[in-house]
């Protein structure tokens, strides 16, 4: 069987697609697919490439899908295709029509506000709701696709099958990890590292982990250099959750991340930095298992404020500590890709999937 990934990342959109798409790579490579990306630019490509995959490149717009249509589908020909998963916020419905006429095709929304034609759809968010995407279908008068639905499916990378979970500390010295997405157009962690360097909490440091396309990574490794004691930057990290399991709290904007922090129990607390962001952001709040501090690009000062407070509060959670990292472990057990996997090759999802890839 041959699959054609369709994922973009660059410097206005996170890495969150293609990390997710990787993944999803992983666990079908592991039931011996072959797998193929393609991408609008070369933005992503080094990272795909190191991961052991093609990839192609359009050098085409990413907003602009329907003009790929032909390159595409000529790709998906040449390949001998049998799946095309699309990852991408700009398609549209005339896009997913005409690359089915060629392979069935998968797409991973996010949104769940639009009805479109594919055979498969993955929302393995937290809000992924099945009755809502019956009615929206039902309205738009679209065939519902097969559904892949809820965290259960939540694709994170092979790493994660088999960890243990933080422990929870009660006292001595902290360690807050803020992690502000791949860009990070907002410049949140900047703003939240130089006011906490110049009023920092005794014995409590903050870590802030730093995307591909972050502007601000030499003005923060400056700062870093300048308060080692209390500040520490992150760049280019490859074993994930060995690397989550360093720290007593995490505060990271809402996506991809935050799954993998469910997965390993890190308490934590989460924030919007676009509009995208927002479901994850209150289902994960209204459902009682992360607590939100808001929107940054609507109340930048508030959310950052926020983010000061909690580090600076760190040592007098214990308890609500323990109680996130607790409902956090339920909600993620590391097997959705491989479960995506199996359900796309024609496999059964079955207790079996626990014993990992």
Known sequence: MNVLIRADANKKISMGHVMRCLSIADALRSLDVSVSFVCASEDPGALIKLRGYNAYILNSDFTDMESE??????????????????????????????????AKTVYIDDYMNKAFGSDVLINYNIYG???????????AGIRLPKLIL????APLRREFL????IKIKSSGEYEVLLSTGGSDQLSIARTVAEAYVNAPEPGVRLNVLIGPFNKDREF????ADLHPDILTTWYGIT?????????DLALSAAGSTTYEICRMGLPSYIF?????QDLINATFDNK?????????????????QSLLNCIKTVKDTYNERLECSQKELECVDGNGALRIAKILTGGEENEKDNEGV
Not at 272 to 276: H, Q, R
């Open 150 to 153: 809820g965290p259960r499916y």
């Open 69 to 102: 249509i032909p390159c595409l589908s000529h790709m998906i020909k040449a390949e001998k295709a049998d799946i095309v998963i699309v990852d991408s916020y700009y398609v549209t419905d005339r896009y997913l029509s005409e690359l089915s006429q060629y």
């Open 129 to 139: 709701d099945e009755d809502a995407y019956k009615a929206l279908y039902e309205k």
């Open 288 to 304: 009682g298992i992360i607590k939100s501090v808001g929107n940054a690009g609507n109340d930048f000062d508030a959310v950052t």
């Open 220 to 223: 923060l490794e400056a700062l």
């Open 239 to 247: 074993d994930m959750p060995g690397f989550l399991c360093n720290f």
């Open 162 to 165: 088999n960890v243990s979970p």
């Open 272 to 276: 919007s930095i676009a509009d995208n």
